[in-house]
């Protein structure tokens, strides 16, 4: 089947630290890998994606490769601003169980990151 | 262009009652997704609607349902609320289908009292 695995957080960082948040998955196929980013109150913003295997998905500092060979995206940061304090999903697009063509997102649990000035 | 909006924001209700959320997508998008999001058990597929019908679907009771309209709104029901359905739900958009890349909506909080 198809799942999403990140790691637990929450994670605490004093700012321009350096920020990773492990992604992992199984999945039927070839799936998009995507990284969601939720403010307090507010729904899921894309932050970045990668459609195939090593592709690097970019946006606001924030990278992540899409590793074929050990089923990861891992979500990197050089220097975390306090601004970047939120909650963060690894998901993943993929085919439904069973075959079918349709798709559907997949979700990590998220990982709670907060940024210290 | 405007983004997925999503309404009410806000919504309490007591156990019992019913509940219709309506999610209006991305202009020209034609897919619409449902999530509920809570603590426990994140988030979690409802299902997904292109051309108003009703192409997948999440391990959802059937109290929970849902439709879609000619503009591509959406909107979702719940029947016989119960407790445990306090949570956030939210709407995604995209041209074709979640194979795509998807737009959220801020969401609709519902509390169930």
């Known amino acids: 089947g198809n799942s999403v695995t990140q790691m637990e957080g929450p994670v605490t960082l004093s700012e321009e630290a350096f920020l990773t948040i492990n992604c992992t998955y199984t999945?039927?196929?070839?799936?998009?890998l995507f990284w969601y980013v939720q403010y307090p109150g507010e729904g899921l913003q894309l932050l970045l994606k990668a459609t195939k295997a090593d592709d690097k998905g970019s946006n606001k500092g924030f990278e992540a490769t899409y590793r074929k060979e050990t089923t990861s995206f891992h979500l990197e940061k050089g220097s975390v601003q306090v601004s970047d304090s939120a909650v963060y999903f690894c998901?993943?697009?993929?085919?439904?169980?069973?075959?079918?063509?349709?798709?559907?997102?997949?979700f990590g649990r998220g990982t709670q990151l907060t940024v210290w000035p | 262009k405007a983004g997925v909006t999503q309404t009410p924001r806000y919504l309490i209700k007591t156990r019992g009652q019913q509940v219709t959320l309506s999610c209006s997508p991305i202009s020209g998008h034609r897919s619409v997704s449902w999530y509920q999001q809570t603590p426990g058990q994140g988030l979690q597929f409802l299902f997904e609607?292109?051309?108003?019908?009703?192409?997948n679907k999440g391990n959802f009771p059937g109290r929970f349902s849902g439709r879609q309209f000619s503009n591509s709104r959406s909107e979702m029901n719940v029947s016989t609320l119960e407790l445990g359905d306090s949570a956030l739900y939210l709407c995604?958009?995209?041209?074709?289908?979640?194979?795509?890349?998807?737009?959220f909506g801020p969401g609709t909080r519902l509390l169930v009292l």
């Open positions: 609607y292109f051309s108003e019908t009703q192409r």
């Open positions: 995604a958009s995209s041209q074709q289908g979640p194979q795509e890349t998807q737009y």
């Open positions: 999945a039927t196929g070839y799936p998009s």
């Open positions: 998901a993943l697009s993929a085919l439904a169980d069973r075959g079918s063509t349709l798709g559907r997102l997949y």
